[in-house]
């Protein structure tokens, strides 16, 4: 096990350096499964979901060159088999390998996926496409099979009962060789898919509208190899703000596609917080008084779910009472009782979390429960005065690359030692 320390209450100045978005490239190696020959992604970020993904693609045959953050994924060796159960439910993205794998093959037997326990995550969506492109799922054991019988998958129209990015994509995974057109009505409109359409179209594929509520697709005989830019990490990105917001003596995030994060900034010039934006970096100073504002995620381009933890340790600083409101996790709090084990003044009161400031944090042992919950730790770790222990880091590295080496260049004193 892992654990991180920090002696908080540090300024933190300087630069940061966003990398690839996590939540991007997880649905991009897979779908190189769908390609005919070699396609190169730059912008790799350097966390253990891409390792994972990447011994997955491995052991299906596929040869994979590393350097620097660049991936050069050779597909042409690929045999579908049954895919290994330890990595594949190490990450909920494995379920992109469900889409290409019936993309390209017409069958697929993956292990359930796993991921952050952020309450009940079920792929209903996912299935509802499968099968009405032609797709039959048998459970066995703890794996789904969905195969066709042996018929090419054909287009359907789906409407989208919930906004899905996973589902979302998976479609498009599905379809883009499938016989005919495929119309997914009330998609989600996250830049990710945006960037999966890129790289699909860029090997061959006819989708459009990706980015809007309706992704039209028509089918493809065959895709041919590309090579692929990843967009910037926005929640990478709006992590870094946020802290920067919290307890920065003047931090430069570069690398942020600011469309990316409108719906996260302006809550941010609602407390007050003073921002320098450019067309690709933020540049944020700490402010002495912040005011307290309520927050209420919804699907993009709205206030993203995976920032409603990590700008909580920034709430807390400001004055006065707030509320946030996660419509599509509710139970997206565990962070909530790790945060007043650090003297702030936060609760879940039904589905919503109250909070109350300003609160001077203070250090203490805490436990990362999920990818998000543990940044906004780490956050408030470097907040704290005294000593912070944060156990479960494994979760934060499934994420955030380099979070160490980012967070000591702006002169944090933090560790991350083997238990
Ligand atoms: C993606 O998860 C992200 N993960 C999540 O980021 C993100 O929080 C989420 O989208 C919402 O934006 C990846 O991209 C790998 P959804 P995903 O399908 O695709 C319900 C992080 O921290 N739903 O958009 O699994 C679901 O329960 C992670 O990086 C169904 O009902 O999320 C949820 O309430 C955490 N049936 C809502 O839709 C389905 O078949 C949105 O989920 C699928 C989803």
């Not at 350097?67 to 042409?76: F, G, M, Q, V």
């Not at 789904?144 to 009962?161: E, F, R, V, W």
């Not at 994060?261 to 912040?290: C, N, P």
């Not at 139970?331 to 300003?358: C, F, S, W």
């Amino acid at each position: 096990m892992k654990k991180i320390v920090i002696n908080g209450g540090r300024p933190l100045k300087g630069e940061v350096t966003i990398n690839g978005a996590k939540n991007s490239v997880v649905a991009l190696i897979p779908a190189v499964i769908l390609a005919d020959d070699i396609v190169t992604l730059d912008g790799v970020p350097a966390i253990s979901d891409v390792d994972s993904l990447i011994d997955i693609m491995e052991a299906m045959g596929a040869k994979v060159k590393r350097s620097e953050d660049s991936l050069e994924i050779d597909p042409r060796g690929l045999k579908n088999m049954p895919m290994p159960y330890g990595k594949i439910n190490s990450l909920r993205a494995s379920y992109y390998f469900y889409g290409s794998l019936l993309g390209r093959y017409g069958e697929a037997t993956v292990g359930l996926p796993g991921g952050c326990d952020l309450g009940p995550r079920p792929i209903d969506l996912h299935l509802k496409a499968f099968e009405a492109m032609g797709a039959r799922m048998t459970m066995s054991g703890n794996a789904m099979h969905l195969a066709t019988g042996g018929q090419p998958l054909k287009g359907a129209s789906i409407y989208m009962d919930t906004v899905s990015v996973g589902a979302t994509i998976n479609t498009m995974l599905a379809a883009v060789k499938a016989k005919g057109r495929t119309i997914i009505e009330n998609a989600a409109r996250e830049p990710e898919i945006i960037d999966v359409a890129t790289l699909l179209n860029n090997m061959g594929a006819h989708i459009r509208g990706a980015g809007t509520d309706i992704i039209t697709i028509e089918g493809v005989e065959r895709l041919h190899g590309t090579r692929h830019q990843v967009i910037p990490d926005r929640i990478e990105a709006g992590t870094y703000i946020a802290l920067a917001a919290a307890i920065g003596h003047g931090i430069q995030i570069s690398n942020v596609l600011y469309e990316h994060l409108e719906g996260f900034i302006a809550k941010l010039e609602e407390m007050g917080v003073r921002m320098t934006v450019s067309e690709d970096s933020v540049f944020v100073e700490k402010q002495e008084s912040l005011r307290a504002i309520h927050i209420k995620t919804s699907p993009y381009p709205g206030f993203a779910t995976d920032l409603q933890q990590p700008i909580t340790p920034l709430l807390l600083t400001a004055e006065g009472h707030g509320k946030i409101i996660d419509t599509i996790y509710e139970k997206r709090v565990n962070h909530v009782a790790e945060l007043a084990k650090m003297a702030g003044r936060i609760a879940t009161k039904g589905d919503q979390i109250v909070y109350e400031g300003p609160n001077q944090l203070q250090g203490a042992s805490v436990k990362a429960t999920d990818l998000r919950a543990g940044a906004a730790l780490v956050i408030a770790g470097l907040m704290a005065e005294g000593r912070t222990e944060i156990t479960n880091v494994e979760f934060i590295l499934r994420g955030y690359s380099n979070i160490i080496e980012k967070l000591t260049s702006l002169g944090a004193d933090i560790q991350l030692i083997e238990e």
